[in-house]
């Protein structure tokens, strides 16, 4: 289980996060709503060690994230999909995918294992396989970065506006991925962003509102 304890976070001196508490259950999707620049993406980040904590800890399992750099996080099984996907363009939609899996030095029968369960969750992927990630869509771009960080999820993964820029068709096919990922991995721990709760209508198993920095309000969905 992960979860934030008396989180803080400032950007260039200005506080964006403050005292944010919430946990994340295994095998339940929690989502964070709340408008642009409300703190969600710094929230994410924050989990991921790309921003730094003034204060507050991040656990997972009861140990203490804040003290593990950010590139070892992802060993620890945390998946993370950014709002803006962060594909290599000349790279292809399979190279991509299999980007952290090298990075963490994976076997190869072990790559091929996980990339098989990528492709059975999102079919659309092995379609696009040998495209190169510059030649893929918005939305498209949007499944790459899940399936990339589906091949290290084993105890948590971060969506962030995973429907943010999509047609309604993708939209209506990512959602049904994330119902089906919902039931399958319920190892792992599940927080998705969004400005609009409508979008997961169905799909979340808690909802947290945040505004300003602030967890304001935290209900079952």
Do not use: W
């Not at 989990?47 to 620890?76: F, W």
Request: proline content about 4%; hydrophobic content about 40%; charged content about 25%.
């Amino acid at each position: 289980m992960l979860k934030l304890k008396n989180v803080g976070v400032s950007i260039d001196g200005v506080q964006v996060l403050r005292d944010v508490n919430f946990e994340m259950p295994q095998g339940k999707v929690t989502v964070l709503v709340g408008r642009n620049g409300a703190g969600k993406t710094t929230t994410l980040r924050s989990i991921m060690g790309l921003l730094k904590c003034d204060n507050g800890q991040v656990l997972l399992d009861e140990n203490d994230l804040t003290k593990v750099p950010a590139q070892d996080r992802a060993r620890l099984g945390i998946g993370y999909a950014p709002e803006d996907r962060r594909l290599i363009g000349n790279f292809s939609v399979e190279e991509n995918i299999l980007l952290p899996a090298l990075a963490l030095k994976m076997t190869a029968d072990e790559r091929e294992r996980k990339l098989s369960e990528v492709y059975e969750l999102l079919p659309e992927l092995y379609k696009l396989r040998g495209r190169p990630g510059s030649g893929v869509s918005g939305g498209q771009g949007k499944m790459v970065a899940l399936g990339r960080a589906l091949m290290i999820s084993t105890n948590a993964l971060l969506l962030d506006e995973p429907f943010q820029g999509l047609a309604p068709a993708l939209a209506l096919e990512y959602a049904r991925t994330l119902g089906k990922l919902r039931d399958l991995k319920n190892n792992l721990s599940f927080l998705i962003t969004e400005s609009s709760p409508n979008l997961l209508k169905g799909i979340g198993d808690y909802t947290l509102i945040i505004d300003r920095g602030n967890i304001s309000r935290n209900t079952s969905s």
